[in-house]
């Protein structure tokens, strides 16, 4: 047995390990984040319950830290009582990114944890099953320990050879994402095996399976072995240690090999982390921004070899460098061993510990500006500057780019670190808060509006196209998760206003006109960020159904979460849906109970085509409630 299905098989309360059933898993750990925690938290209270259902579940604020107004501190306060009333540690502003905090001091192997943020998948460094889910589902989980997911295949990355000096484990990522593509991994699980794993640090593991999440794989994980134990001994919990491998005669789905000793630097080019080519291939670009940092790439071993080429020499003039270490311990540690001196005394500047340029919160590039960046994704628009262009590299090519003022591969020899200092680290608990108290009472702002909620089922779906747009549509195009707008996370009539205003800025005005209706999109909807604002913002602007040619995984659930049918069509089908026509969607309920296709009708033509609907027995009890809360209320937590 491989070792995913090893560890599923340990959780699993429901279903059967088939590709493609509906299987239900005990959850061991869960992680929130401010930007979908203060939603995720407002529907743990609408469930009624007490102390949270799993070993640990942390809430972590680390997307949003800039008080410009009242609402950001609002939302922490709201999550820091409602932290305390159910149990949850509090991680406070300041101590991290989420991922990176969730390794160093909670990630156990042969454990499971979801978390409603897409990156949740780095743990897998640690041997975990660890899933990014819309926060509703993460409320579930928390609620009553258990998570439903459609069972994934297992696809088998085989590692072989070793790395040159300056090919890092960013390279080895975006080598898989070349050749399987940012839709490679849906509905799949990617298990990394070989010999060339023993050469890779466990942050080096963290950093690839981080970015499974761009392939829109279920999860991504390593075996633990050596390097596990080292990482855990300098975390100061080697007892967590447990051996997880898989078996000898294990059986995979899929296999891709990678020859570690054939890879070079490489770069992911605007706008999708797929568009991959050597750095060679772009030597010599300008550039005027480089970004080191994010739950990718911001670990201690990746801040000491920026800091080792930053060393004696200067930032090009033309460039802002800015570095944002992934913890307040590593930060301490570096601001110790004097490793952030060299980083300022080079001209970088150093920013909070937190996610902030990333998702656009924060040093958005020059208008047209080129950004390199050691983060996941480079979306149009995400990095705050709508014409910016937007390149994925490594820490390496990063800080050396940052110095040349062009993207560059030509290292010297003084800036290789070979060996990152096996230091303990500092630990730093004052950042964590562990309280409980059932009778705390819980903060809300002004600005925290209730959860929209869906209706019931009804036979007929009729509405017109308010929006049709192309293929690997991101949930920041649907919902974009700027400086802007983050701070209001917590209200969603607020937040739709601005639904699709980097792809058609009338949709808001056309889906109030038309009281709601149907959007149509191309390959891959919904893909990105786990953020399920990208499915109650269209439920509150009465949004019927999606149809697209494939859904990412995890929107596909927040749209059926939120009684929002995911219809698949073919290209036909996409040609035949207009925005300037209505439409009725007939026999729905019937449809959605007999698992059959669904007969959509032009009603100007009276032209009709068929539409498929795959739900599982708990998908259709949702979809007929009018989304996961409602079924919760009618039917109890274990409909």
Known sequence: MNLAYKILSSHLKEGKLIPGEQICIQIDQTLTQDSTGTMAYLQLEAMEVGHVAVEKAVAYIDHNMLQTGFENMDDHEFIRSVAKKHGITFSKPGNGVCHQLQLENFSKPGKTLVGSDSHTPTCGAMGMIAIGAGGLDVAVAMATGKYYLQCPAVIQVNLTGKKAPWVSAKDIILKVLQELSVKGGVNKIVEYTGEGVSSLSLTDRATICNMGAELG???????????????????????????????????????????????????????????????????????????????????????????????????????????????????????????????????????????????????????????????????????????????????????????????????????????????????????????????????????????????????????????????????????????????????????????????????????????????????????????????????????????????????????????????????????????????????????????????VKNTKTNETITVELKLSSREKVMILQGGLLNAIKELGGDF
Do not use: W
């Not at 200067?314 to 601001?335: D, F, N, R, T």
């Not at 709508?386 to 994925?392: C, F, K, R």
């Not at 800080?399 to 990152?420: P, T």
């Open 217 to 599: 794989a279920t999860c991504s994980l390593f075996a633990t072995d050596e390097r596990t134990k080292e990482y855990l001994k300098q975390q100061g919990r080697v007892d967590d240690y447990v051996e997880m491998k898989p078996d000898e005669d294990a059986i995979y789905d899929q296999r891709l090999d990678i020859d570690m000793s054939t890879l070079e630097p490489m770069v992911a080019k605007p706008h999708s982390p797929d568009a991959v080519v050597s750095v060679k291939e772009l030597e010599g670009m300008h550039i005027h921004q480089v970004v080191i940092g994010s739950c990718t790439n911001s670990s201690f071993a990746d801040m000491m070899r920026a800091a080792k080429i930053l060393k004696g020499r200067k930032v090009a003039e033309h460039v802002s460098l800015v570095i944002a270490p992934g913890s307040s311990s590593i930060l301490a540690m570096l601001s110790q061993n004097g490793a952030l001196a060299d980083m300022i005394h080079a001209g970088a500047r150093i920013l909070e510990c937190g996610c902030g340029p990333c998702i656009g919160m924060g040093q958005a590039p020059l208008s047209k500006g080129i950004s390199l960046r050691t983060i996941n994704r480079n979306f149009k628009g995400r990095s705050g500057t709508n014409d910016a262009g937007v390149y994925l590299v490594s820490p390496e090519i990063a800080a050396l780019s940052a110095i040349k003022g062009c993207l560059s591969c030509q290292f010297e020899d003084d800036m290789y670190l070979d060996e990152v200092p096996s230091t303990p680290f500092i630990k730093n608990k004052n950042f964590f808060i562990d309280e409980y108290d059932p009778q705390t009472n819980v903060y809300m702002g002004p600005n925290i509006k209730p959860v929209p909620r869906g209706e019931k089922l009804t036979n007929e779906l009729k509405g017109k196209v308010v929006l049709k747009v192309g293929d690997n549509i991101s949930t920041d195009h649907i919902v974009p998760s700027d400086s802007k707008l983050l701070p209001y996370r917590s209200n969603v009539p607020h937040l739709a206003k601005f639904s699709f205003c980097k792809v058609d800025d009338q949709f808001y005005t056309r889906a109030i006109e038309n009281n709601g209706g149907f959007i149509v999109g191309g390959d891959n909807y919904g893909q990105g960020s786990s953020r399920e604002h990208a499915a109650l913002v269209p439920n509150y602007l009465k949004i019927k159904a999606v149809f697209a040619l494939s859904f990412a995984r995890i929107h596909r659930s927040n749209l059926i979460n939120n009684g929002i049918l995911p219809l698949v069509i073919n290209q036909d089908g996409y040609d035949f849906l207009t925005n300037e026509d209505e439409y009725i969607l007939l026999n729905v309920k019937e449809a959605v109970e007999n698992n059959q296709d669904i007969i």
